[in-house]
């Protein structure tokens, strides 16, 4: 029987984050995780602290982009490669009202450090009306960040490539097959509806189409947002996404969101393209907007991590911080993200 502190269940934002924060806290631990669908894989892992729709700002904004350079510079002491590409948010505006208002925003104390107040003109796509930079914002090399976690992970022999099976957890022993744990912690996005201990949690899925784009030439390194993010993936590839929807549960590319990307993308982008792939895949949101951690109210070692919604990127690296800092020095949950705002 092989001891160890922690299994994690998933391996997408969350999982990792925490896989690291546990690393730092010299704690032994495995990851499993199973071929279910992840948003975090198709995410086009932009952080960014200024809500585009009206100019402001959210919950922990600054608390959480502030973090950011630290936590991916530790990760970079192991995989040897930093994950931010310093590519800011670059909104195109639809009229001069909404100038009006960037202006305006852009002098309140929590947003002047993020609205630039000098507008700026792109090249590769059209904006008549100038585009509004978010300072600091930026964007994760997804592709690469997950290549070199799986790889740093399954060659230090804790990463496995199955799914969890709840049913085999033994409570009596703390075991599950050959492993006997002092805590698992579910980090299982959507799937966690099939967790029989924490399926009654009110996850919502809200389902994201991307595109991967073939083009002739480069456009501004800008993290482009008119009604979805266009950036770069290299010199003959873009990302466009993503869309929203509550309602399909299914994990079918739906024409209707592809068709809604590329009349998006044909509103501003006039040049050349073919697209590549289509993917699709969820989020894990919740109603009130606030991400989910703690322990279930009656097995005190199951945990749940979860509920990073569209924002897995900057709830991920920071809440893993304030997930490990609960478990392991038994600091306090703000009430906000208590997994027992459900069970009360
Ligand atoms: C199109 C799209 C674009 C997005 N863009 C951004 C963005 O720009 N910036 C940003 O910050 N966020 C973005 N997001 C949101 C982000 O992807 C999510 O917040 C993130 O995926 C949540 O990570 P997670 O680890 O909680 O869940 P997931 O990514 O769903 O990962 C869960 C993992 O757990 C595994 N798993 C589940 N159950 C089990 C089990 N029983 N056994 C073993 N393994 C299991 C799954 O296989 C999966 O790998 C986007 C999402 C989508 C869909």
């Known amino acids: 029987m092989k001891q160890i502190d922690y299994i994690i269940v998933g391996g997408g934002f969350a999982g990792f984050f925490l896989a690291h924060q546990l ?20 995410s086009a892992g932009v952080c960014n602290p200024v809500i585009l729709k009206r100019f402001s700002t959210f919950w922990k904004s600054k608390e959480q982009m502030d973090y950011l350079e630290t936590i991916f510079s530790e990760i970079e ?11 800011p948010v670059a909104r195109i505006f639809h009229d001069e009202a909404e100038k009006k208002q960037w202006l305006k925003n852009s002098k309140k104390e929590d947003l002047k450090s993020f609205l630039d107040n000098d507008f700026i003109t792109l090249e590769s796509v059209e ?14 090399d997804v592709e690469n960040f997950f290549k070199d976690m799986f790889q740093y992970f399954d060659a230090k022999g804790v990463l496995i490539n199955e799914s969890f099976d709840h049913n085999l957890v033994d409570f009596d022993n703390s075991t599950y097959k050959d492993l006997q744990f002092k805590h698992i912690v579910f980090c299982e996005g959507i799937h966690t ?43 003959d590839r873009f990302y466009y996404g993503g869309t929203y929807d509550r309602f399909d549960q299914t994990s079918d590319i739906n024409s209707e969101f592809v068709q809604e990307l590329e009349t998006g993308l044909q509103a501003f982008y006039k040049g050349n393209y073919s697209i590549n792939k289509v993917r699709t895949a969820f989020r894990a949101t919740v109603d009130d907007r606030r ?16 509920g990073l919604g569209a924002r897995g990127v900057l709830n991920g690296t920071y809440f893993s911080k304030v997930m490990c800092d609960y478990l392991e020095k038994d600091l306090d949950l703000d009430p906000e993200v208590d997994v027992k705002r459900f069970y009360e």
């Open 77 to 87: 002491s192991y995989t040897g490669k930093n994950y931010i590409i310093h590519e």
């Open 23 to 42: 690393q730092k806290e010299n704690r032994s631990f495995v990851i499993f995780n199973g071929r279910q669908i992840s948003g975090s894989y198709i």
């Open 193 to 235: 509806k099939d967790n029989p201990y924490f399926d009654t949690i009110p996850i919502l899925p809200n389902k994201g189409h991307c595109l991967e784009v073939k083009i002739d030439r480069a456009i501004d390194p800008y993290i482009i947002k008119k009604k979805h993010f266009l950036f770069s993936l290299s010199e």
């Open 127 to 140: 904006n008549p009306l100038e585009s509004g930079v978010v300072k600091n914002s930026c964007r994760i």
């Open 291 to 306: 991400p989910i951690l703690g322990t279930h109210p009656e097995f005190k070692n199951l945990h749940i991590f979860n």
